[in-house]
């Protein structure tokens, strides 16, 4: 017997005591049982109302939409990623005309509603029909597609740019500072060190953006792109069957979550020299 145990005797250990449900507690399963619950009677809706003819009919026209959704939002994003760049580096610019007319175009198309901007473009251009034409970009913007990639574009661009201005702007001035007391050129600090860092920090903004932009592109079916609630907005007007939008709910929770974990394991493999 050591000296510790003649000098302090063991004592059993305390009881344990219930502990007492919280009221936070008590919310969350509440709702997370309420989430349950409908989801099992969706389940169940589906199931029971389930038409195997309508499935034939509408199920390729729906997959089409799905697809033509899938590249809208990819042009949208690539588009908009791309006129990002030098936006935010007008943004950051330290003339303050090129600063401010940047700063107005964010604010614009960041403060007012997508559907809007889809409107101002394919109703609003063609008053100006006898300019695309002298110019050829009528075939542009008598498309509806077209007008749609233009519009999600420009909205996009508006978020990208303050996603790639803020990104840049948390890299600390310090290593900008360093690099440039080592002789390194602007740009290849700009390029190896500002960057890389930058990019990581954009990861997590760049993924939330890419899931707005899917949800947000349903909006293009009020001027006649066949996307997917396009399509859907068809099966429902032909049929009368609300669960043709459970269906189009159900291709729309898949893309998102496809693309979040996507997304999420990108993320990981490109961050998985800072986690320990």
Known sequence: ???????????????????????????????????????????????????????????????????????????????????????????????????????????????????????????GFPSFRWLFEDIGLWWFFKDPFYCGVFAMTLNTAAYQTEIVRGAIQSVPKGQTEAASALGIHTWIAFRKIIIPQALIVALRPYGNEIILLIKSSATVSIITVYDLMGETRYAFSRTYDYQIYLWAAIFYLVIVEFMRNGWARMEGRLTRHLKR
């Open 1 to 123: 017997m050591s000296h510790a145990e003649v000098l302090i005797a063991a004592q059993p250990a305390p009881p344990k005591t219930a502990r007492k449900l919280s009221k936070s507690a008590i919310a969350g399963y509440f709702f997370l049982t309420l989430w349950a619950i409908l989801g099992i009677a969706l389940i169940s809706m589906v199931v029971t109302g389930w038409d195997p003819d309508k499935l034939q009919t509408y199920g390729p026209r729906l997959l089409h939409g799905l697809w033509i959704t899938v590249k809208l939002v990819a042009i949208s994003f690539v588009l908009g990623a791309i006129l990002s760049i030098p936006l935010a580096f007008a943004r950051m610019s330290s003339n303050r005309i090129l600063s401010t007319l940047t700063y107005c175009y964010v604010y614009l198309f960041r403060g007012t509603p997508l559907l809007a901007q889809i409107f101002m473009v394919y109703y």
